[in-house]
Protein backbone atom coordinates (compact mmCIF):
# COMPACT_ATOMS: atom_id res chain seq x y z
CA UNK A 1 0.00 0.00 0.00
CA UNK A 2 1.61 3.24 -1.18
CA UNK A 3 0.85 6.19 1.71
CA UNK A 4 2.69 9.39 1.13
CA UNK A 5 3.00 12.29 3.49
CA UNK A 6 2.47 16.00 3.77
CA UNK A 7 3.85 18.13 6.50
CA UNK A 8 3.08 21.85 6.99
CA UNK A 9 5.57 23.66 9.98
CA UNK A 10 4.67 25.94 12.17
CA UNK A 11 6.77 29.15 12.07
CA UNK A 12 4.69 31.67 12.17
CA UNK A 13 4.51 33.82 9.33
CA UNK A 14 6.91 31.81 7.19
CA UNK A 15 7.21 28.36 5.13
CA UNK A 16 8.48 25.05 5.58
CA UNK A 17 6.74 22.23 4.17
CA UNK A 18 7.79 18.99 3.05
CA UNK A 19 6.69 15.89 0.86
CA UNK A 20 7.77 12.61 2.29
CA UNK A 21 7.25 9.92 -0.22
CA UNK A 22 5.69 5.92 0.36
CA UNK A 23 9.32 5.03 -0.62
CA UNK A 24 10.63 7.56 1.68
CA UNK A 25 12.18 10.27 -0.84
CA UNK A 26 12.20 13.28 1.13
CA UNK A 27 11.56 16.89 -0.49
CA UNK A 28 11.79 19.73 1.85
CA UNK A 29 10.14 23.02 0.39
CA UNK A 30 11.54 26.32 2.13
CA UNK A 31 13.46 26.65 5.64
CA UNK A 32 12.50 29.18 8.22
CA UNK A 33 13.79 28.84 11.45
CA UNK A 34 13.44 31.39 14.14
CA UNK A 35 15.54 31.60 17.28
CA UNK A 36 12.29 32.48 19.39
CA UNK A 37 11.45 28.73 18.71
CA UNK A 38 14.42 27.61 20.57
CA UNK A 39 12.73 28.90 23.33
CA UNK A 40 10.29 26.00 25.07
CA UNK A 41 7.22 28.71 26.14
CA UNK A 42 7.59 29.94 22.45
CA UNK A 43 4.28 28.73 20.25
CA UNK A 44 6.75 28.65 17.10
CA UNK A 45 8.44 25.12 16.70
CA UNK A 46 12.04 25.29 16.15
CA UNK A 47 12.45 23.64 13.22
CA UNK A 48 16.42 22.82 13.53
CA UNK A 49 15.72 20.65 16.17
CA UNK A 50 12.10 19.02 14.51
CA UNK A 51 13.92 18.38 11.57
CA UNK A 52 17.11 17.13 12.39
CA UNK A 53 14.54 14.08 15.32
CA UNK A 54 12.57 13.06 11.80
CA UNK A 55 15.45 12.81 9.96
CA UNK A 56 16.93 10.69 12.62
CA UNK A 57 14.13 9.11 13.45
CA UNK A 58 14.46 7.51 9.53
CA UNK A 59 18.35 7.20 10.30
CA UNK A 60 19.07 9.86 7.36
CA UNK A 61 21.40 13.16 7.53
CA UNK A 62 19.78 14.36 4.05
CA UNK A 63 17.00 15.76 2.22
CA UNK A 64 16.45 14.64 -1.59
CA UNK A 65 15.65 18.12 -2.41
CA UNK A 66 15.25 21.14 -1.14
CA UNK A 67 13.66 23.66 -2.74
CA UNK A 68 13.75 27.44 -2.20
CA UNK A 69 10.68 29.38 -3.83
CA UNK A 70 12.46 32.62 -3.35
CA UNK A 71 15.40 34.29 -1.50
CA UNK A 72 12.39 36.35 1.01
CA UNK A 73 13.80 36.02 4.70
CA UNK A 74 10.83 34.12 5.99
CA UNK A 75 11.83 31.40 3.01
CA UNK A 76 15.78 31.35 3.94
CA UNK A 77 15.85 32.31 7.44
CA UNK A 78 18.67 29.66 9.65
CA UNK A 79 19.21 28.07 6.18
CA UNK A 80 23.01 28.78 6.12
CA UNK A 81 23.49 27.58 9.82
CA UNK A 82 21.52 24.24 9.08
CA UNK A 83 22.31 22.43 5.51
CA UNK A 84 25.60 21.94 4.48
CA UNK A 85 26.78 23.61 1.83
CA UNK A 86 29.23 22.58 -0.94
CA UNK A 87 31.20 25.74 -2.29
CA UNK A 88 33.17 26.79 1.27
CA UNK A 89 34.45 24.04 4.14
CA UNK A 90 32.77 26.67 6.46
CA UNK A 91 29.77 25.11 6.02
CA UNK A 92 30.47 21.41 6.52
CA UNK A 93 30.38 19.01 8.55
CA UNK A 94 29.70 19.55 12.27
CA UNK A 95 26.03 17.80 12.15
CA UNK A 96 25.13 19.79 9.46
CA UNK A 97 22.10 18.48 6.96
CA UNK A 98 22.39 17.42 3.32
CA UNK A 99 20.90 18.42 0.16
CA UNK A 100 21.00 15.90 -2.38
CA UNK A 101 19.57 18.20 -4.75
CA UNK A 102 18.69 22.18 -5.05
CA UNK A 103 15.96 23.39 -6.78
CA UNK A 104 15.27 27.29 -7.02
CA UNK A 105 14.35 29.98 -9.58
CA UNK A 106 16.72 31.56 -11.89
CA UNK A 107 16.20 34.80 -10.20
CA UNK A 108 18.07 33.41 -7.07
CA UNK A 109 20.91 33.34 -9.48
CA UNK A 110 20.76 36.77 -10.73
CA UNK A 111 19.36 38.91 -7.75
CA UNK A 112 21.99 41.29 -6.30
CA UNK A 113 22.14 41.49 -2.67
CA UNK A 114 20.02 44.23 -1.42
CA UNK A 115 20.87 45.92 2.26
CA UNK A 116 18.07 44.34 3.93
CA UNK A 117 18.76 42.14 6.77
CA UNK A 118 18.50 39.04 4.80
CA UNK A 119 21.37 39.59 1.95
CA UNK A 120 24.22 38.19 3.94
CA UNK A 121 22.23 34.67 4.23
CA UNK A 122 20.79 35.26 0.33
CA UNK A 123 24.19 35.99 -0.78
CA UNK A 124 25.53 32.63 0.92
CA UNK A 125 22.77 30.85 -0.63
CA UNK A 126 23.23 32.22 -4.30
CA UNK A 127 27.16 31.77 -3.94
CA UNK A 128 25.90 27.94 -3.52
CA UNK A 129 23.52 27.82 -5.98
CA UNK A 130 26.27 29.05 -8.89
CA UNK A 131 29.15 26.64 -7.35
CA UNK A 132 26.61 24.07 -7.59
CA UNK A 133 25.88 24.91 -11.65
CA UNK A 134 28.99 25.57 -12.46
CA UNK A 135 30.37 21.92 -11.24
CA UNK A 136 27.18 20.56 -13.05
CA UNK A 137 25.69 18.14 -10.09
CA UNK A 138 22.97 18.41 -7.74
CA UNK A 139 21.25 21.62 -8.65
CA UNK A 140 18.02 22.13 -11.15
CA UNK A 141 17.24 25.80 -12.13
CA UNK A 142 13.85 26.73 -13.11
CA UNK A 143 13.82 28.77 -16.29
CA UNK A 144 16.23 29.86 -18.33
CA UNK A 145 16.83 33.65 -19.40
CA UNK A 146 18.84 35.11 -21.81
CA UNK A 147 19.95 37.67 -18.90
CA UNK A 148 21.52 34.51 -17.08
CA UNK A 149 23.58 33.50 -19.68
CA UNK A 150 24.68 37.28 -20.92
CA UNK A 151 25.54 39.03 -17.48
CA UNK A 152 27.40 35.40 -15.61
CA UNK A 153 27.05 31.88 -16.65
CA UNK A 154 28.43 31.88 -20.35
CA UNK A 155 31.69 34.18 -18.99
CA UNK A 156 32.08 31.47 -16.52
CA UNK A 157 31.63 28.37 -18.74
CA UNK A 158 34.20 30.19 -21.09
CA UNK A 159 36.75 30.25 -18.33
CA UNK A 160 36.35 26.89 -17.50
CA UNK A 161 36.92 25.80 -21.23
CA UNK A 162 33.29 24.46 -21.15
CA UNK A 163 30.54 25.01 -23.99
CA UNK A 164 27.68 27.44 -23.69
CA UNK A 165 25.49 24.94 -23.44
CA UNK A 166 27.32 22.20 -20.79
CA UNK A 167 25.13 23.45 -18.29
CA UNK A 168 21.45 23.52 -20.22
CA UNK A 169 20.16 20.31 -18.89
CA UNK A 170 19.98 21.70 -15.33
CA UNK A 171 17.19 23.92 -16.52
CA UNK A 172 13.62 23.65 -16.07
CA UNK A 173 11.12 25.67 -18.07
CA UNK A 174 7.60 26.27 -16.74
CA UNK A 175 4.86 23.74 -18.29
CA UNK A 176 6.98 20.91 -17.72
CA UNK A 177 7.59 17.85 -15.52
CA UNK A 178 10.53 18.00 -13.56
CA UNK A 179 13.10 15.78 -14.24
CA UNK A 180 14.07 13.38 -10.85
CA UNK A 181 11.12 11.68 -9.94
CA UNK A 182 8.16 9.70 -11.55
CA UNK A 183 4.74 8.16 -11.26
CA UNK A 184 6.13 4.82 -11.97
CA UNK A 185 9.24 4.79 -9.40
CA UNK A 186 8.38 7.13 -6.87
CA UNK A 187 4.82 7.34 -6.88
CA UNK A 188 4.59 11.43 -7.58
CA UNK A 189 5.17 14.20 -9.75
CA UNK A 190 6.43 17.86 -9.84
CA UNK A 191 4.77 19.68 -13.22
CA UNK A 192 6.54 23.35 -13.13
CA UNK A 193 4.27 26.28 -12.96
CA UNK A 194 6.32 29.08 -12.54
CA UNK A 195 8.16 30.92 -13.09
CA UNK A 196 8.73 32.26 -16.35
CA UNK A 197 11.23 33.58 -18.81
CA UNK A 198 9.83 36.63 -18.32
CA UNK A 199 10.52 37.01 -14.59
CA UNK A 200 14.26 37.69 -15.54
CA UNK A 201 14.29 38.90 -19.05
CA UNK A 202 11.14 41.21 -19.05
CA UNK A 203 13.24 44.21 -17.54
CA UNK A 204 13.29 44.34 -13.53
CA UNK A 205 12.02 40.97 -11.87
CA UNK A 206 10.25 41.17 -8.81
CA UNK A 207 10.95 38.58 -6.54
CA UNK A 208 8.05 36.93 -5.03
CA UNK A 209 6.51 36.86 -9.13
CA UNK A 210 9.84 34.53 -9.90
CA UNK A 211 8.57 32.11 -7.39
CA UNK A 212 8.63 28.44 -7.57
CA UNK A 213 5.08 27.08 -8.26
CA UNK A 214 4.44 23.48 -8.94
CA UNK A 215 1.68 20.81 -8.92
CA UNK A 216 2.72 17.82 -6.90
CA UNK A 217 0.80 14.78 -8.21
CA UNK A 218 0.92 11.89 -5.86
CA UNK A 219 0.08 8.29 -7.16
CA UNK A 220 -1.84 6.14 -3.95
CA UNK A 221 -2.32 2.60 -5.02
CA UNK A 222 -3.96 4.08 -8.67
CA UNK A 223 -5.90 6.77 -7.06
CA UNK A 224 -4.37 10.46 -7.51
CA UNK A 225 -4.20 13.73 -5.92
CA UNK A 226 -2.99 16.77 -6.28
CA UNK A 227 -0.68 18.96 -3.80
CA UNK A 228 -0.46 23.02 -4.98
CA UNK A 229 2.31 24.33 -3.51
CA UNK A 230 2.64 28.06 -4.54
CA UNK A 231 5.24 30.79 -3.01
CA UNK A 232 4.79 34.05 -2.35
CA UNK A 233 3.30 34.74 -5.82
CA UNK A 234 0.59 37.51 -6.23
CA UNK A 235 -2.45 37.95 -7.99
CA UNK A 236 -1.34 39.14 -11.30
CA UNK A 237 1.65 36.19 -11.03
CA UNK A 238 -1.39 33.75 -10.78
CA UNK A 239 -3.62 35.00 -13.47
CA UNK A 240 -0.28 34.14 -15.76
CA UNK A 241 -0.08 30.98 -14.78
CA UNK A 242 -4.15 30.33 -15.38
CA UNK A 243 -4.00 31.70 -18.75
CA UNK A 244 -0.82 30.15 -19.79
CA UNK A 245 -2.15 26.73 -18.25
CA UNK A 246 -5.82 27.23 -19.67
CA UNK A 247 -3.93 27.77 -23.19
CA UNK A 248 -1.56 24.35 -23.10
CA UNK A 249 -4.55 22.33 -21.97
CA UNK A 250 -3.55 21.84 -18.82
CA UNK A 251 -6.00 22.77 -16.77
CA UNK A 252 -5.70 19.23 -14.14
CA UNK A 253 -2.58 20.74 -13.35
CA UNK A 254 -4.21 23.42 -11.00
CA UNK A 255 -6.40 21.15 -9.17
CA UNK A 256 -5.90 20.62 -5.94
CA UNK A 257 -6.46 18.02 -2.81
CA UNK A 258 -3.89 20.64 -0.40
CA UNK A 259 -3.35 23.90 -1.23
CA UNK A 260 -0.52 25.81 0.40
CA UNK A 261 -2.05 29.06 -0.10
CA UNK A 262 0.38 32.31 -1.03
CA UNK A 263 1.84 34.65 0.96
CA UNK A 264 0.46 33.69 4.20
CA UNK A 265 -2.56 34.47 3.72
CA UNK A 266 -2.09 38.10 1.82
CA UNK A 267 -4.99 39.58 -0.19
CA UNK A 268 -3.03 40.44 -2.85
CA UNK A 269 -2.62 37.19 -3.87
CA UNK A 270 -6.15 37.10 -4.68
CA UNK A 271 -6.12 40.44 -6.12
CA UNK A 272 -3.53 42.85 -5.59
CA UNK A 273 -5.27 45.93 -5.93
CA UNK A 274 -8.10 45.57 -3.15
CA UNK A 275 -8.44 44.12 -0.40
CA UNK A 276 -12.11 44.45 0.57
CA UNK A 277 -14.15 45.47 3.76
CA UNK A 278 -15.42 42.35 4.96
CA UNK A 279 -13.82 39.49 2.06
CA UNK A 280 -11.41 40.13 -1.16
CA UNK A 281 -13.28 39.38 -3.90
CA UNK A 282 -10.80 37.46 -6.19
CA UNK A 283 -9.41 38.17 -9.76
CA UNK A 284 -11.62 35.94 -12.56
CA UNK A 285 -8.52 33.74 -12.97
CA UNK A 286 -7.45 33.69 -9.46
CA UNK A 287 -11.34 32.00 -8.55
CA UNK A 288 -10.21 29.41 -11.22
CA UNK A 289 -8.16 28.04 -8.97
CA UNK A 290 -9.64 28.30 -6.17
CA UNK A 291 -12.46 26.26 -7.75
CA UNK A 292 -10.33 23.60 -8.75
CA UNK A 293 -10.26 22.48 -5.23
CA UNK A 294 -11.68 18.90 -5.28
CA UNK A 295 -14.18 17.55 -2.75
CA UNK A 296 -12.40 16.73 0.76
CA UNK A 297 -9.75 19.51 -0.32
CA UNK A 298 -7.59 21.46 2.40
CA UNK A 299 -6.23 24.50 2.34
CA UNK A 300 -3.33 25.37 4.46
CA UNK A 301 -2.00 28.96 5.81
CA UNK A 302 1.58 28.98 6.63
CA UNK A 303 0.74 32.26 8.78
CA UNK A 304 0.18 33.50 12.33
CA UNK A 305 -3.33 33.02 13.45
CA UNK A 306 -5.76 34.83 11.39
CA UNK A 307 -8.24 36.80 13.95
CA UNK A 308 -11.73 37.88 13.43
CA UNK A 309 -11.20 40.76 15.57
CA UNK A 310 -12.53 44.69 14.82
CA UNK A 311 -8.13 45.61 14.68
CA UNK A 312 -7.77 42.76 12.28
CA UNK A 313 -9.70 44.31 9.34
CA UNK A 314 -7.48 46.93 9.53
CA UNK A 315 -4.00 44.78 9.41
CA UNK A 316 -1.48 45.78 6.46
CA UNK A 317 0.56 42.92 6.67
CA UNK A 318 -0.67 40.00 6.06
CA UNK A 319 -1.65 37.54 7.30
CA UNK A 320 -5.11 39.15 6.47
CA UNK A 321 -9.08 38.61 8.10
CA UNK A 322 -10.27 39.37 4.35
CA UNK A 323 -8.11 36.81 2.49
CA UNK A 324 -9.06 33.94 5.02
CA UNK A 325 -12.93 34.64 4.54
CA UNK A 326 -12.72 34.66 0.94
CA UNK A 327 -10.46 31.01 1.45
CA UNK A 328 -13.30 29.70 4.03
CA UNK A 329 -16.01 30.66 1.51
CA UNK A 330 -13.97 28.46 -1.86
CA UNK A 331 -13.46 25.61 0.70
CA UNK A 332 -17.08 25.26 0.95
CA UNK A 333 -17.92 26.24 -2.68
CA UNK A 334 -15.76 22.68 -3.55
CA UNK A 335 -17.11 20.32 -0.85
CA UNK A 336 -13.41 21.02 1.22
CA UNK A 337 -12.31 19.41 4.63
CA UNK A 338 -11.12 22.88 5.98
CA UNK A 339 -9.26 26.15 6.25
CA UNK A 340 -6.29 25.04 8.20
CA UNK A 341 -3.60 27.94 9.68
CA UNK A 342 0.29 26.59 10.88
CA UNK A 343 0.02 28.50 13.62
CA UNK A 344 -3.54 27.59 15.29
CA UNK A 345 -3.31 23.73 14.95
CA UNK A 346 -4.20 22.33 17.42
CA UNK A 347 -4.54 25.53 19.17
CA UNK A 348 -2.70 28.66 18.64
CA UNK A 349 -0.88 28.21 22.35
CA UNK A 350 1.18 25.05 20.96
CA UNK A 351 1.24 24.57 17.54
CA UNK A 352 2.35 21.42 15.82
CA UNK A 353 3.14 20.23 12.70
CA UNK A 354 0.08 19.92 9.75
CA UNK A 355 0.22 16.29 8.75
CA UNK A 356 -1.53 14.63 6.04
CA UNK A 357 -1.30 10.99 4.99
CA UNK A 358 -2.37 10.21 1.94
CA UNK A 359 -3.79 6.79 0.58
CA UNK A 360 -6.27 5.46 -1.88
CA UNK A 361 -8.85 5.14 0.79
CA UNK A 362 -8.22 9.82 0.84
CA UNK A 363 -6.86 12.44 2.56
CA UNK A 364 -6.40 11.83 6.15
CA UNK A 365 -5.93 14.85 8.62
CA UNK A 366 -3.24 13.62 11.31
CA UNK A 367 -4.75 15.57 13.87
CA UNK A 368 -1.83 16.28 16.80
CA UNK A 369 -2.72 16.83 20.76
CA UNK A 370 -1.02 19.73 22.45
CA UNK A 371 0.93 17.15 24.16
CA UNK A 372 2.39 15.94 21.18
CA UNK A 373 0.12 12.50 20.49
CA UNK A 374 -1.14 12.04 17.31
CA UNK A 375 -4.08 10.74 15.56
CA UNK A 376 -6.07 10.40 12.81
CA UNK A 377 -9.04 12.66 12.54
CA UNK A 378 -12.61 10.78 12.34
CA UNK A 379 -13.00 9.08 9.38
CA UNK A 380 -10.99 8.96 6.31
CA UNK A 381 -12.88 10.96 3.97
CA UNK A 382 -13.48 9.02 0.49
CA UNK A 383 -11.59 10.01 -2.41
CA UNK A 384 -13.70 11.75 -5.42
CA UNK A 385 -13.85 11.11 -8.78
Given at each position: M?????????V?N???????T???????F??????????P?????????T??????A????DF?????T?????????????????H?????G?????????W?????L????????QS????I?????R???????DI?V?????K?????L?E????????????????????????G????D?K???F??????????????????????????????????????V?D??????E??????????N???????V????????????N?????????????L???????????????SS????T??KE?????Q???I???K??????????????????E???A????P?????????????K???T??????????????
Amino acid sequence: MNKHEIVFYPVANGDTSQVITSNGRRILFDFCHRSCGEDPDDPVIDLNSTLKEELSAVERDDFDVVAFTHADKDHISGSTDFFELQHAEKYQGNGRIKINTLWIPAAMLLENASNDEQSEEFVILRQEARHRLLEGKDILVFSHPAKLDEEWLHEKLKERGLPLNARDHLFVDAGTIVPGFNLIDDKVEFFCHSPFIKHCDDGDFIRNEASLVFNVRLDADGEYFDYLEVGDTDSEGLEDIVSITEYHGNMDRLAWDVFNIPHHCSYKSLNKDEKGDKETTPKPLVEKILLAGKANAYIVSSSCPVTDLKESYEQVQPPHIQARKTYEKYINKVDGRKFLVTMEEPNANKPKPIRFEIASSGISLIKAAATGASFLASVKPPRAG
